[in-house]
């Protein structure tokens, strides 16, 4: 492999990056960071439109333009900075520092807008070139001359980026020249604007004139997007990046002085080189144009490239692209990148014009700085013990710079912001459906920990409250593959209310740790692929029922413990009292108990029609209304019918009691019908199989362990009594809350 600046991940192992030392012989501050910075804000902007800035807004309030476009760029630098100086920011600079903070989805969602921005930046200052080569030499062709200068620059960069960045040198010294040229030259014979006077009289609107102008104070990319390049990037982008801001400004503050005491508002809009008229040597402001353009062109096409070389070398870019991950010659120069900029830009360069591209390279620019300005805002207010920066900044600062980039883009234009954020999140959910890994962390974990631990500390303290509850399954499916049913139906009745655990219990002498964990994260991909949210848990244990036994001991953290334990009948008589044990123990320590008994093979039939069979509020029977309703409004049980049942010995107490369910039904607001049926003298048993012939699933209480008799004689009974019948959930109510409070929002009702 070649000597690279970057992560790369190979073809033959998606999930291994190899990261390669940066060079010795890199670019230093001056040479890497500060020139192509410097040189980019120097630019096309600040010579053919900052008379037209001055024009419009007048001397205040482009001062006031300047500062808070520069206010937001600094902050975004202190952001970089606090980033840079944290890791070793490789090739694709302001990509790499978002991928690496918010993870892949997300950097790459901000990543390929920014190389389409990047990409338009060359045609933004080669259209500035070819408008500037027309006022001198009026007969040229713009269009000719932009694309001619573009694929000019474009073959400067592809023969080296140090051979581009020697070349800035040369530039930097015409555009010294042409600012000198303009201090010492004199003002035009018209009446100037003053330091108040009024701009021209259609003067275009202030957050519009804005738009323009912030792509002149975007130029510290250029020199964040070299970071791949930098002998020491967490020394270079700091120093380089603020040392190129201050001088920005400071250019940026006196220059609209000059030209508002020197010229008319009505020149400063209509004369894009107005400049060249004012200057002691009109043509060094020529060159300086010539050599901003033309040095801001190379700056953006030495960038563009190199962040599609992070992108495809990350994976981020579909596999067909792969191949512009590829770097060429000892620089690992992306070469291939830098050809497909080129088309980019030249489409750009035929169809545009700078009023035009300038708006929305602000748009794509400001999206950026905002997720930069987050990220860093994220990973200081995590307080990571992982983000240790040289560079510190309080998260404040960062967060007030997103803030003023989301606000700044909404003045702008509300519906181009709308369009530039459908189209980060359009990336992001085409990245995430990919199911994209990275092999580094991210602070996504972390923001959730933190998330997670102040949700934690708050239940804590506020305590239980019936109103509130959620039913937070723990299922011992065993191997879930196998009895996949109880997972699916754990899965409809707490559909995203609570929280479900699937738990297998393995052997305690065949597994150790590193199996274990591979175990849950192999139940952990089966459950999603069935698109089943939630935790895993493998137990070692003696046997299956210790390990049941343990899970309900250890599993769980605070507020958060399983409440409910969805157990598959036992078929295995030998079993059956220690199973009957298990109950027990689940009971008492205060966990609902569902038993759920299916006839192999049968599942839930269509899912049509729920029996409850109920005998009053007290005991099971709120916890079964409860279960019904979270079933029947879960995806996959929709408008099941719910039928609540009762037996009656006459038909006068059926009527009685039929009244009292229908009252209490409708309380609820549930949606259930109500059943009574008179038994007749008619065995229970033989009125349950007649009436579930038509049922999908059935629901029924059991006994409290606590109760007089054997619980294992008990048990055995209930499953001979239950033969023949659809899918079957025994419920036993353990857990130390009033469930008639959760029905009503009222007083409790009898």
């Known amino acids: 492999m070649t000597p690279e600046t970057g992560t790369r991940r190979t073809r033959s192992d998606p999930g291994t990056e190899t990261v390669v030392?940066?060079?010795?012989?890199?670019?230093?501050t001056f040479a890497g960071v500060f020139t192509p910075s410097i040189l980019t804000i120097l630019g096309v902007i600040m010579y053919l439109r900052f008379g037209w800035v001055v024009g419009n807004v007048g001397l205040l309030g482009t001062l006031l333009v300047v500062t808070l476009a520069t206010s937001i760029t600094l902050l975004t630098a202190l952001s970089v900075a606090a980033i840079a100086t944290d890791q070793r920011v490789r090739i694709g600079g302001a990509y790499y520092m978002i991928s690496r903070s918010l993870g892949l989805e997300t950097g790459g969602a901000v990543g390929i807008p920014l190389f389409v921005a990047q990409g338009l930046s060359v045609a933004l200052y080669t259209v500035g070139f070819a408008e500037s080569v027309a006022e001198v030499f009026p007969t040229s062709d713009v269009r000719l001359v932009g694309i001619i200068t573009t694929v000019a620059v474009a073959a400067l960069a592809l023969v080296s980026a140090r051979a581009a960045i020697r070349a800035q040198y040369i530039i930097m010294?015409?555009?010294?020249?042409?600012?000198?040229?303009?201090?010492?030259?004199?003002?035009l014979p018209e009446s100037p604007m003053g330091v108040t006077g009024p701009p021209v009289d259609d003067a275009v609107p202030f957050w519009q004139v804005f738009a323009v102008f912030f792509p002149a104070v975007t130029g510290i990319m250029a020199g964040v997007n070299m970071s791949g390049d930098l002998a020491e990037p967490e020394k270079s982008l700091p120093r380089g990046t603020f040392a190129a801001i201050g001088t920005g400004y400071l250019i940026y503050m006196i220059l609209p002085v000059i030209l508002a005491l020197r010229v008319s508002a009505e020149t400063l809009v209509s004369d894009p080189l107005v400049m060249r008229q004012i200057s002691f040597w009109g043509d060094a402001i020529v060159l300086g144009v010539w050599g901003a353009t033309l040095s801001s062109a190379v700056g953006s096409i030495l960038g563009a490239p190199r962040v599609l070389q992070a992108l495809a070398r990350d994976g981020v870019l579909p596999r067909a692209l792969g191949w512009l991950g590829r770097g060429s010659g000892p620089e690992d120069e992306p070469r291939l990148g830098t050809i497909l900029t080129l088309g980019l830009a030249l489409v750009a360069v035929w169809f545009g014009n700078l009023n035009v591209i300038a708006p929305v390279l602000t748009m794509f620019f400001l999206t950026t700085y905002g997720v930069l300005n987050v990220a860093a805002g994220v990973e200081g207010f995590l307080g990571s013990p992982s983000f240790r920066p040289r560079f510190r900044v309080h998260w404040a600062f960062s967060l007030l710079g997103a803030l003023g980039c989301i606000s700044v883009m909404l003045l702008i234009n509300a519906l181009a912001t709308a369009v530039a954020a459908a189209l980060v999140l359009t990336v992001f959910l085409w990245l995430e459906r990919r199911g994209m890994q990275a092999t580094w962390g991210d602070v996504r974990r972390g923001l959730w920990m933190t998330l997670t631990r102040a949700g934690l500390l708050r239940l804590n303290r506020s305590g239980d409250d019936p109103r509130n509850w959620r039913p937070h399954f723990l299922v011992l499916s065993g191997a879930p593959q196998r009895r996949w049913h109880l997972v699916e139906l754990a899965d409809a009745l707490s559909h995203g209310r609570g929280l479900l655990t699937v738990a297998t219990v393995v052997p305690e002498d065949s597994v150790d740790t590193a199996r274990r964990r591979a175990l849950e994260s192999s139940i952990q991909e089966f459950m999603l692929k069935r698109g089943v949210q939630g935790l895993t848990r493998v137990m070692p244990a003696p046997n299956y029922l210790a390990g049941a036994e343990r899970l309900v001991d250890a599993y769980g953290l605070g507020p958060l413990t399983p409440n409910t334990v969805l157990l598959g009948a036992s078929q295995q008589t030998e079993h059956l009292e220690r199973y009957c044990d298990v109950i027990e123990y689940l009971y008492g320590h205060r966990r609902n108990v569902l038993v759920v008994r299916e006839e192999t093979g049968l599942g839930f039939g269509d899912r049509a029609v729920i029996d409850v069979w109920w005998g009053g509020l007290q005991g099971n029977g709120s916890l079964l209304m409860i279960l019904a309703y979270l079933l029947r409004t879960s995806l996959p049980w929709r408008n099941a019918r719910v039928r609540l049942k009762m037996v009656a010995e006459t038909p006068e107490a059926a009527d009685a009691t039929r009244k009292n369910m229908e009252e209490l039904v409708a309380a609820t607001r549930m949606g259930l019908e109500t059943q009574v049926v008179t038994s007749g003298g008619r065995?229970?048993?033989?009125?349950?199989?007649?009436?579930?012939?038509?049922?999908?699933?059935?629901?029924?209480?059991?006994?409290?362990?606590?109760?007089?008799?054997g619980y294992a004689d008990y048990y055995r009974d209930l499953q001979l009594r239950t033969e023949g019948l659809p899918t079957t959930v025994f419920v036993l109510a353990g857990e130390e809350i009033t469930f008639r409070d959760v029905l009503f929002r009222g007083p409790s009702q009898e």
């Open 21 to 28: 030392p940066g060079r010795p012989q890199g670019l230093g």
């Open 683 to 709: 065995p229970f048993h033989d009125i349950l199989v007649e009436s579930a012939s038509d049922a999908d699933l059935v629901l029924m209480g059991m006994r409290r362990p606590e109760e007089p008799g």
């Open 173 to 187: 010294g015409a555009i010294a020249l042409s600012l000198i040229s303009l201090v010492a030259g004199g003002s």
